[in-house]
């Protein structure tokens, strides 16, 4: 049987498959594609690749083909050398090179550290004719090295799967091997609550699309990361729990909105994220990360340390590289105060920008869904992909109708004359925000020596007249606890299946009693604001009308408008911790943290009987990451991401620290490549 694949073949080059019936299972391959990766592999100087073979009887070794290449070198004076060149086939179509040596001449060793082109190979025939095999300065395996899960953004990995270096399967596989070491193993993070079964052929399929030159968006190949409070296809054999028992096994009826677009522009969905149980809004005395199907997550930057919440495994997960971004919810604080913590950049969006429908909810009129990445331009990216109208999420119809590349607003300058109000009140009294001294030293010196030298100007301060009444009144607590009902039970009713039986928040409060082994453990065994939610009436009780038209007033109209108005602001910064989040909440207004610092080696770690004998998270404590926010009106991303952007490119401060060295997997896109 011939397997004759010649399709377009470069000027010099010429693919015979030959007859073997090892091969009869190989897909059907560009074979551009293979000619450009042996170009990347070697070149041949003065001579003319004349014939390229795939020998007979490709053996298994760790789930790939070895496949023996033979090339028939001719050269000017007719003479012939046959190079040998062992290459690895992956299931994706692409070919990784391993070994390349002259055929019974030259019989070199390779380096320990597994680099396929270690050296220079230089061979005279007879004739004197020179036959070069170089070192690629552009070697598949040495590109791949320099690719740092870690921190790689989505912009260096599409450029990497563009070029073939890499797959998106083998990203796949990468970053479930990094989410194995530290998730239940090692330092026990507890950042990832399921990995989904269909990770691979999804990205499987995002590979097929790219070989047929079918690029659907800058995340196309891409993993993330999903909270678990964002509804995935039932087809996709993952759960949608918010982190409870009682919704273990629950069919969702489709993807939430927000996952749609994300599959339809080409992102690999990994698995969901652990987060504070009900998004931190069962009782007032739960743990940030702690829920009961995922245990107490726990920060990567201190051991047993407190990552904020309610998106605390989405913080956890972005900030170590277990996927190249996640996404998370807020209400007041959720994404904004985790990445804070995690060294990230987090937006929560104006409420209506991101559709919230099959989101769990906590508040219409407070939830947003918001990406957490490593940078501005990631935060950027997902953004687009994930903002705009959608008929079942009202909210989002008041947007204007097109969304913004926000990628375009990624402007260094972005802070030259940008007019910047410093929100001191919010922190510079305990009693609303309770920072530790050294964020707001690190905040002023910012200010200082990073905003002013960058062109902007500064009032400082610029201060809500409504900050003391947004601090001590309990409207939005009332406003969350009517809109927490109404939107569960509604959330419930849209669910095909719910092996529990739970299809009303009475329902819910009645699991957790029947299950305090799972829902009510020791320290964590009251639902106070279940209880009081299902207590309330119905929306159109004037106490919840009443207190929602206070919000407004405090947090839009007389808060945070009317002092941009007052001083004519672009934005509002202040540190992240603390009140900072609550003006916006309230609002619903775009908020997004961009990393300002670490708290130094010397933070006194406070711990007391109660937190070691519950294993309760730690803040604050040395090493931890803290954030400076940007806050706008309606609709203001496309500014605040201009404006975090450029602060950002100045300072870097991402840099300064790193996670304590347990906490950092250790599996390279390399050791997926070629495995020890």
């Excluded at 899960?149 to 070029?163: C, P, T, V």
């Excluded at 982190?243 to 069919?251: C, E, P, T, V």
């Excluded at 404006?643 to 304590?660: C, D, N, V, W």
Aim: proline share 6%; charged share 20%; with cysteine.
């Amino acid at each position: 049987m011939s397997y004759v694949l010649v399709l377009v073949p470069s000027p010099n080059l010429t693919f015979t498959f030959e007859s073997s019936d090892a091969l009869k299972n190989l897909p059907i391959i560009n074979t551009v594609d293979i000619a450009r990766q042996l170009e990347l592999a070697y070149s041949l100087s003065r001579n003319s690749l004349a014939n390229i073979s795939i020998a007979s009887d490709p053996t298994t070794d760790n789930n790939r083909q070895n496949c023996l290449v033979k090339c028939t070198v001719t050269n000017v004076n007719n003479t012939h050398l046959i190079l040998q060149v062992i290459i690895n086939y992956l299931p994706c179509g692409r070919f990784d090179f391993c070994k390349i040596a002259l055929f019974n001449e030259i019989n070199e060793s390779f380096d320990n550290d597994r680099d396929p082109f270690p050296i220079d190979l230089q061979y005279n025939d007879s004739t004197q004719s020179t036959v070069y095999i170089k070192r690629c300065k552009t070697s598949i395996y040495s590109i791949v090295k320099q690719f740092n899960l870690y921190n790689a953004s989505i912009a260096e990995l599409q450029d990497g799967l563009s070029k073939r270096y890499f797959t998106s399967v083998d990203l796949v596989k990468a970053y479930i091997a990094r989410i194995d070491e530290v998730n239940i193993k090692g330092p026990k993070l507890r950042a990832v609550i399921e990995i989904s079964p269909t990770a691979l052929d999804a990205a499987h399929a995002t590979d097929i699309l790219r070989q047929n030159g079918t690029i659907l968006s800058s995340l196309h190949g891409i993993p993330i990361l999903l909270k678990d409070n964002i509804a995935t296809r039932p087809e996709d054999g993952m759960n949608t729990t918010a982190g409870s028992f009682a919704l273990l096994g629950s069919i969702t009826p489709d993807d939430a909105t927000v996952v749609k677009k994300l599959r339809n522009a080409g992102a690999v969905i990994l698995g969901k994220t652990s987060l504070s149980e009900w998004a931190n809004f069962r009782s007032v005395n739960m743990t940030n990360g702690w829920s009961g199907r995922g245990g107490q997550a726990t920060s990567a930057f201190y051991p047993q340390g407190d990552a904020c919440g309610s998106s605390t495994g989405s913080g956890i997960a972005s900030s170590i590289g277990l996927a190249a971004a996640s996404l998370g919810t807020e209400t007041d604080g959720s994404i904004v105060c985790p990445g804070s913590r995690s060294n990230l950049v987090g937006i929560k969006p104006t409420v209506g920008l991101t559709s919230r429908h099959l989101v769990i909810p906590i508040s219409q009129n407070q939830d947003s869904v918001g990406p957490m990445c490593q940078s501005v331009a990631d935060v950027a990216a997902i953004l687009t992909i994930i903002a705009g109208r959608d008929n079942e999420d009202n909210f989002t119809l008041a947007q204007p109708e097109k969304v913004p590349d926000y990628s375009q607003y990624l402007n260094a300058n972005g802070l030259r004359g940008a007019r910047i109000g410093v929100l001191r009140k919010i922190f510079a009294n305990s009693t609303f925000g309770g920072y530790p001294d050294y964020i707001i030293s690190e905040f002023n010196k910012t200010i200082e020596e990073i905003f002013k030298k960058l062109g902007a100007n500064i009032t400082d301060p610029a201060d809500l007249d409504t900050a003391d009444e947004i601090a001590t009144a309990e409207h939005e607590l009332i406003v969350l606890k009517y809109e927490l009902k109404d939107g569960i039970n509604q959330y419930l009713s849209q669910l095909k299946s719910i092996p529990s039986n739970t299809t009303t928040l009475q329902d819910l409060i009645n699991f957790n009693i029947a299950h305090p082994d799972l829902e009510l453990p020791p320290g964590r065994d009251n639902q106070n604001l279940f209880l009081e939610a299902q207590n309330t009436t119905h929306l159109q009780d004037f106490v919840y009308t009443n207190a929602l038209a206070i919000d407004f007033d405090l947090g839009r109209r007389r808060g945070i408008d009317a002092t941009l108005k007052k001083y004519n602001l672009d934005a509002l910064i202040a540190p992240t911790e603390g009140f900072t989040s609550s003006p916006p909440g309230i609002a619903g207004y775009p908020i997004i943290t961009v990393p300002l610092g670490f708290l130094p080696n010397d933070t006194k770690v406070t711990t007391n009987e109660n937190t070691a004998s519950q294993k309760l998270p730690i803040w604050p404590a040395p090493n931890f990451p803290f954030g400076l926010s940007f806050i706008g009106t309606a609709y203001s991303e496309a500014k605040l991401i201009e404006l975090a952007y450029s602060y950002e490119q100045a300072t870097q401060h991402k840099r300064i620290g790193m996670p304590f060295a347990a906490a950092i997997p250790k599996t390279q896109l390399t050791d997926i490549l070629c495995p020890k």
